[in-house]
Nanobody, 127 residues
């Protein structure tokens, strides 16, 4: 079955950096776009970034554009989220997710279009 496992979260001071990883298994990883979402306490889960299954195309939420970078290594079945210039507003549980449609061309930010989720990894940015 499809399994996504995030890692790399932690406590970091404002201005610091973290790299999150998401290891995928149970399906043909290279054929699906992958997204990162986050959820702060009392808030809805929100889109962060997505990377296409092909050509390295990416799309970011405005709040992280220029600070976060999503990438993937199809040989390792892993998607990454490099986070720089972190601020306390980035504090949340971060989730990776799989686009529900195989080989989809458009990059999707709606969480309803993702059908598999990891358990999440906590990122806490201190001020």
């Amino acid at each position: 079955q499809v399994q996504l496992v995030e890692s790399g979260g932690g406590l970091v001071p404002a201005g610091g950096s973290l790299r999150l990883s998401c290891a995928a298994s149970g399906y043909v990883f290279r054929e699906y776009a992958m997204g990162w979402f986050r959820q702060a306490p009392g808030e809805e889960r929100e889109f962060v970034a997505v990377i296409a299954w092909n050509l390295g195309r990416t799309f970011y939420a405005d709040s992280v554009k220029g600070r976060f970078t999503i990438s993937r290594d199809n040989a390792k079945n892993t998607v990454y989220l490099e986070m720089n210039s972190l601020n306390p507003e980035d504090t949340a549980v971060y989730y990776c997710a799989r686009d529900r449609i195989r080989l989809r061309a458009p990059l999707i930010s709606r969480r309803e279009e993702y059908d598999a989720w990891g358990q999440g990894t906590q990122v806490t940015v201190s001020s």
